[in-house]
């Protein structure tokens, strides 16, 4: 995690508590050292951000310091209720991990009625939740299609066959039973679809395609468009 996103995740921790937290609690939740989270803390105190307390005792956001509210209509908030249930769908453990901390921090950004509406749990997706592949690991991908880093995969296709391949991931869609990963494949030179519960292995390469994702998604989409557009 980027040192401003963390700071960001700092003060939200400490808007939403209330009793002071321990350096300790907010490492173990940002996965990080607490000696990190010390120099954070240093870091907003620095930068006026009304942190108080000590090492030992934990840290509060004194009254008076706060974000620049969030403000959505009843609609908003539940299509946003909707959306955050969907992702329990994905079967994409860091995806749902992350919808659970945008609930908190919508919560404690909105009005106490829009706050209800959120908590109510009157909205739900409903249906079957896809297993987490066991050979690749949906975050890796995600992060691989942000950097534009290329990923070496070992493939078994729908006939059983076993192949290695170097993807540029550039997209992932989430189906009901599975995800498929949307990449420019070195080996067949075009973009092919992947299953990701096809996927028995996944490693990062470190080399780069940067640059050229919104090319290649241009070519994805451009390819879907025209078959879509193509008689029967």
Excluded at 143 to 170: F, G, W
Aim: glycine residues 6%; aromatic residues 6%; charged residues 30%.
């Amino acid at each position: 995690m980027r040192k401003a996103s963390r700071l960001f995740e700092i003060i939200q921790i400490l808007r939403l508590a209330r009793l002071p937290v321990t350096a300790a609690e907010i490492a173990a939740r940002l996965e990080v050292t607490a000696r990190s989270i010390y120099r954070d803390i240093a870091a907003l105190q620095a930068m006026r951000v009304p942190v108080e307390g000590e090492r030992g005792i934990g840290y509060i956001l004194r009254p008076g310091f706060d974000l620049p509210p969030l403000m959505f209509s009843i609609e908003e908030t539940e299509a946003i209720v909707l959306a955050l249930a969907l992702l329990e769908r994905t079967g994409d453990t860091e995806l749902k991990a992350a919808a659970g901390r945008v609930a908190d921090k919508i919560a404690g950004a909105v009005p106490p009625p829009l706050r209800h509406t959120l908590s109510a749990r009157a909205l739900h997706a409903w249906g079957s939740v896809p297993r987490q592949p066991e050979g690749i690991d949906l975050a890796t991908v995600r992060r691989a299609i942000r950097d534009e880093e290329k990923l070496s995969i070992d493939y078994r296709d729908e006939y059983a066959r076993a192949t290695e391949r170097t993807v540029r991931p550039i997209a992932l869609i989430y189906y009901s039973e599975t995800a498929n990963i949307v990449a420019w494949c070195e080996l067949r030179q075009a973009i092919r679809n992947f299953r990701a519960d096809r996927v028995e292995a996944c490693e990062r390469t470190e080399a780069y395609f940067r640059g050229e994702g919104d090319k290649l998604r241009q070519l994805w989409i451009a390819g879907w468009a025209e078959n879509r557009a193509a008689p029967p």
